[in-house]
């Protein structure tokens, strides 16, 4: 059994860069206990004037994409220009498969043992928002322990995608040459979030193929509305294996970063964040709150089953299990 540390200590930890503390931390944020909720929530307080410098990104792209191996090629690119970088993932399967995506050790093996990096599995929980959450302040975490670069990695399959984007700063879509978007199962409403597209393997017979994609990418996000910040996401080529385009994916995310400082969204799109963050946490919190609550537990299985008997509509289900909520709180 550990020694359980101060909210003070993990503070002093966290700042001084102390990675067992750090993820000491990070695992004191994912309990759903009562009393390290009460800590976790000192220490993030204690933490927050030091955090906020990272460029945070996000990448995702369907299974197989090569997400791990250029994430891997990626950071050791920023490791190489002294960087510190931090790995998190949303995996929002982990539940299903009771694994994670980052959860094999063999992921990012080089990159694992890079001094300058830390990677950390992705949470689990019973909901995205949850989940989301979590990551939220495990960022804030590593902010404060000094990396400078933040990757949020997430499968695309889903809504997770609308929950990275709403908590990093530059989205990568990570896309395949030679599929369809159709067969990628990429919707359009994700290729209209990024802020650039990658189409990654591009080497050795693949090579072609790439660039022929690419062309087919630059002239579809052509046909896309503005964004309001004035950028033009743009389309490159890279190969992890070879270890090409990737000088160019952070060049790209630099001269992002200097034009949105310049313009004003970079700040303006962090606010927005911060709202809707407040908005998820309250969300988060009730719902807990809710379906925690003992007078709903006792209920909600025979409420469901008229429901499904089709004795009441599911709306009347929902009023007779809230107000069965409320009225419980007033006593
Ligand atoms: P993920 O599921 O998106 O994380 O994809 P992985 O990183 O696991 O890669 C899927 C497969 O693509 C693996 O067999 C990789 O070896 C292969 N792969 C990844 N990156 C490259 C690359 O740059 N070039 C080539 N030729 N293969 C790659």
Redesign the pocket.
């Known amino acids: 059994m550990q020694k359980r540390l101060t909210a003070e200590e993990y503070i002093n930890g966290i700042i001084a860069g102390n990675r067992i503390i750090l993820s000491r931390a990070i695992t004191l944020i994912e309990s759903q206990l009562e009393n390290d909720r009460a800590i976790a929530q000192k220490v993030l307080e204690g933490i927050l004037p030091h955090t906020g410098g990272a460029v945070r990104i996000g990448i995702t792209?369907?299974?197989?994409?090569?997400?791990?191996?250029?994430i891997e090629a990626f950071g050791k690119h920023i490791t190489s220009l002294d960087k510190k970088i931090a790995v998190l993932a949303i995996d929002p399967t982990s539940q299903r498969t009771k694994g994670s995506?980052m959860g094999d050790k063999t992921r990012m093996e080089e990159l694992a043992h890079d001094s300058l990096a830390y990677i950390r599995p992705s949470p689990s929980g019973s909901t995205l928002g949850g989940v989301a959450n979590k990551t939220r302040e495990t960022m804030l975490l590593c902010e404060a322990a000094g990396f400078e670069v933040i990757i949020i990695e997430t499968v695309g399959v889903g809504q997770s995608e609308t929950v990275v984007k709403g908590m990093v700063d530059f989205f990568l879509l990570?896309m395949l040459s030679g599929a369809g978007d159709e067969l990628q199962g990429i919707k359009r409403g994700i290729m209209e979030m990024a802020d650039a597209i990658a189409i990654?393997?591009?080497?050795?017979d693949?090579n072609q193929k790439a660039k022929n994609a690419r062309m087919e990418y630059v002239h579809a996000l052509h046909l896309f509305p503005p964004t309001p910040n004035n950028w033009y996401p743009p389309v490159l080529t890279?190969?992890?294996?070879?270890k090409s385009g990737l000088t160019e994916i952070w060049q790209v995310i630099s001269d992002f970063k200097v034009q949105m400082l310049q313009n004003g969204f970079w700040k303006k799109n962090r606010q927005e964040q911060s709202l809707n963050w407040m908005h998820d946490y309250i969300k988060q919190y009730l719902e807990n709150q809710f379906f925690n609550d003992n007078v709903v537990k006792n209920n909600l299985e025979s409420v469901s089953s008229q429901v499904l008997s089709e004795a009441i509509l599911p709306i009347q289900g929902a009023n007779i299990l809230l107000d069965s909520y409320f009225k419980s709180l007033h006593h």
Request: charge should be neutral; glycine fraction near 18%.
């Open positions: 792209g369907v299974p197989g994409v090569g997400k791990s191996t250029f995506i990570l990654t393997k591009a080497d050795g693949n890279c190969s992890a294996l070879e």
